[in-house]
């Protein structure tokens, strides 16, 4: 068996008085898809916001391709880890945020090009020609030259995945990406994704409450409730038969509001 990719063991997180993750565990695997669900607060988006950097844990252990990510081994010690040795896990990992989170003052094209010019010294030329080649695979190769503002919310939510690209990473983190989306720009968000999933070897987390596509997408999921995963399985187990009763009464409630499961 390969290693895991992504190793969580025993980390926890509170805001104030609010203990939204609670000694959770969890692996990756490389390649695999994974998707996250279940009620608002439950800490599925914290645990991606933790794994980028944005959030930092209280207590724990997170390992990136068996590298430590919020620790620096020295001298056989571990120290908690400067912002030199985070730059450089970040590296590995891009995100795909709920709001897009574009530079609305630089064109699409310099909105991809940035961030490879900027951390790796990629010249300008060699990331132009690869934010063409990105562009061009979610659809948005004859936008280069507008600005965000100019783009739809699906037009920039695929800039986003393209700028996330960018950099080559090894996981890919999607956070609630099309729930800020007219319904009818939904879907040409999730043609994107479903591309990247069948196209690509790369190890992929996505939060949603799309659960349709949670199950077409994913290699396994995981229900989350009190900052604890409750179930996990197959698509095919978790949607079809949740062994559960928490999991059972979430998805009853997400099919009574109209959602495909």
Do not use: C, W
């Not at 080559?168 to 729930?179: A, G, H, Q």
């Not at 409750?230 to 959602?259: M, N």
């Amino acid at each position: 068996m390969p290693a895991p990719i992504i190793k969580i063991d025993a980390i926890s997180k509170s805001f104030g008085a609010f203990k939204v993750l609670d000694g959770l565990s969890m692996q990756v695997m490389p390649g695999e898809k994974l998707a996250l669900i279940g009620p608002s607060g439950s800490g599925k988006t914290t645990i991606l916001r933790i794994l980028m950097t944005l959030e930092r844990i209280d207590a724990g252990h997170i390992q990136i391709e068996g590298e430590q990510l919020y620790h620096m081994e020295r001298n056989g010690q571990l120290l908690p880890a400067d912002e030199r040795h985070l730059t450089k896990m970040r590296q590995k990992i891009g995100m795909v945020f709920q709001l897009f989170n574009l530079f609305p003052h630089k064109s699409v094209l310099d909105n991809v090009t940035l961030a490879p010019m900027l951390t790796k010294g990629t010249p300008r030329a060699a990331a132009e020609k690869r934010a063409f080649e990105l562009l061009d695979m979610v659809g948005m190769a004859d936008k280069a030259k507008n600005m965000p503002a100019q783009l739809s919310g699906g037009q920039k939510q695929r800039v986003a995945i393209a700028r996330a690209l960018a950099l080559s990473p090894k996981i890919m983190l999607f956070d609630e990406v099309t729930s800020a989306l007219d319904p009818e720009l939904v879907n040409e968000v999730l043609n994107v994704m479903r591309r990247l999933a069948a196209e690509t070897d790369m190890t992929m987390l996505l939060v949603t409450h799309e659960m349709g596509f949670a199950h077409d997408f994913a290699d396994r999921v995981l229900f989350f409730d009190g900052g604890k995963i409750v179930e996990e399985g197959k698509p095919d187990e978790i949607f079809s038969h949740p062994k559960q009763e928490r999991t059972q009464s979430f998805l009853k409630k997400i099919i009574a509001a109209g959602h495909r499961v």
